[in-house]
Every structure is written in C-alpha cells, then in structure tokens.
Antibody, heavy 126, light 108 residues
C-alpha cells in the first residue's frame, strides 16, 4: 500500500528539540520531492519545508518557511525510505499537527501534494 | 505572500444539494496554480483538484474547479454523505505556497 506514516511528535518545553520521522511505503521516497506541512489546533494549513527528489549525481534543493528558517532542518534517508524534520529552539507557536506530503510529480516539483500522512502532534508548552 | 480567504467558513447543506465554495486571493495567482484538498477527521488529506480545474486520480466528476486571477470556486454538484468535510484551497504560483483557512461543509 502506498502511504506515509509520521511519528516522533510529543510534548516538549519551549527551547527544546524534537525529531519527526515520515516513513514511506509503496514507493521510493528518493524519486519525489517531499514536504512538511503543519496545522495548528483549529487552524488552517501552513507549509513548513521542502526537499527536492534526489539522485546519486546531485544534492537536493531545500526550502523553509521564514517562520522556521534557522531552527528546523529537513533531511532524508533513502535507504530507510524516510523523511525527517529536526526541530530545534521550539516555540509555543510551533504547536501543531505535522504532516509529510508527497509532490504530485515524479522527479520534479509541482508544488501540490497527492499523498499525505495522517500527521503527528507536536505540543510546545512548559 | 499571497493570502487566500475562503468563504463561507461553514456551509450547512443536505445530501443531494449543490455546494459552492469560494477561495479569494489577495493578489492574482500566477497562471493556473490553484489546488483544492479535502480533510476528514483522522484521515489523510486528499488532493481533489489541481491546476484550477483538473481532477486528481479517482476523484468523482461531481467535484469541479473553476476561476482565474483572484477568484476561484470548488463546486460539488450533488453532495454525497462522504463529502461532508473541510476543504482547503492552495496556491502554488508565488512562493511561499499558501493555503486558505478552510470551509467546513456540514450536514444540515
């Protein structure tokens, strides 16, 4: 079955760190651009980060939303078919459900997403 | 950053009725880069429409998208019980990509 499953969320104090994982099955994560999108409680969706598809001959292009730049790091382990989001210096406003999402286009970027996980909740509070 | 405003916030309709959801952009969306998603509790988001009016794989033809510039519409011609959900528009013509605040379609 083609799916994405996020994990790693939890309760963390302001200033703390957390690492989210997104395990892909049914397809090769290296062939797709991947994204993280978050949703604060009762709010709409906010794009967080992007990583382009990868190949052995080139490194991936990475983008971040201004709200997380310098604090969050996106990465991928093709051998484990997984995407990650390292979140440092967490703030209360980072509290949200975090989704990983696959780009629609194979080995390209369309900026719309045809496969989403169910999300993992990150709560930042003292 | 392009801000997308969706209206109404909540739409109360009965099965079989027509639903018209609006998405208005704060500035013109580049070309045809507008998508719609459906969200149900506990389920993964589902891509419905991309490129303003193209249906994603497996999406029934009761869902249709239209619009240009700053005004876009998602229409559900006849609501089925499984269509009651929250719907989000997304623009991806100008970085950063942004989403609207959502429209909840609830059973009347």
């Amino acid at each position: 079955e083609v799916q994405l499953v996020e994990s790693g969320g939890g309760l963390v104090e302001p200033g703390g760190s957390l690492r989210l994982s997104c395990a892909a099955s049914g397809f090769s994560i290296s062939s797709y651009s991947m994204n993280w999108v978050r949703q604060a409680p009762g709010k709409g969706l906010e794009w967080v980060s992007y990583m382009s598809s990868s190949s052995s001959s080139s490194s991936s292009t990475i983008y971040y939303a201004d709200s997380v730049k310098g604090r969050f790091t996106i990465s991928r382990d093709n051998a484990k078919n997984s995407l990650y989001l390292q979140m440092n210096s967490l703030r209360a406003e980072d509290t949200a459900v975090y989704y990983c999402a696959r780009d629609f286009v194979v080995r390209g970027t369309s900026w719309y997403f045809d496969l989403w996980g169910r999300g993992t909740l990150v709560s930042v509070s003292s | 950053e392009i801000v997308l405003t969706q209206s109404p916030g909540t739409l109360s309709l009965s099965p079989g009725e027509r639903a018209t959801l609006s998405c208005r952009a704060s500035q013109s969306v580049n070309s045809i880069y507008l998508a719609w998603y459906q969200q149900k509790p506990g389920q993964a988001l589902r891509l419905l429409i991309y490129g303003v009016s193209s249906r994603a794989t497996g999406i029934p033809d009761r869902f249709s998208g239209s619009g240009s510039g700053t005004d876009f519409t998602l229409t559900i011609s006849r609501l089925e019980p499984e269509d009651f959900a929250v719907y989000y528009c997304q623009q991806y013509g100008s970085p950063p990509l942004t989403f609207g605040g959502g429209t909840r379609v609830e059973i009347k």
